[in-house]
């Protein structure tokens, strides 16, 4: 019998959800979202189609201690919801930043449900950071409103490499003094 790793990593209570680390048993759910086209084409690290055992190696990062990137499920499940909803992300970067990150199931579009997880996590500040940075898809205005939303000032226009659509995108590049 193999015991499940435990995470060391900060739980986020809402009243709506709860920002929790990642677990095996989440495997399912990740990759049906994650495997949806409209959700990969809006992030630079999602492939699409989904290979085999992309999702399976990416939880198994995520769980390990040596992991530069802290990730949390948006956990419904006591709101009578269901347990993965869509992840949100903290990348560690030098001089005490961070680069948030973060995707919403299709089902859960246009609820404020990534206005109220990016809020969460700017507010627990769990690595205890100055700054934290993001960046969204030009294409994708309703990720820039929640950046704004949660106080996020515009610092200008880059462009990212999507694994999805196998091209560099045109980004906007927000931060968020702490």
Known sequence: ?????????????TERFVLRPLRKSDMGLIDMYASDKRVAYMT????????PGSTEAFVARAMTDERDEDVWAMDGHKAGGTEVMGLISLTRMDR???????????????TGLASDAVQALVEANPMGNDTMFASVFQDNPASARVLTHCGFEYLGDAES???????????WTYSRKL
């Open 1 to 13: 019998m193999e015991m499940e790793k435990i995470v060391t990593q900060d739980v986020i209570e």
């Open 44 to 51: 630079a690290s999602i492939p699409h189609p989904m290979p």
């Open 96 to 110: 005490n930043q961070s680069e948030v990150g973060y995707w919403v199931a299709p089902p859960f579009w246009n």
């Open 161 to 171: 490499f999507s694994v999805a659509r196998d091209a560099t995108v045109p980004t």
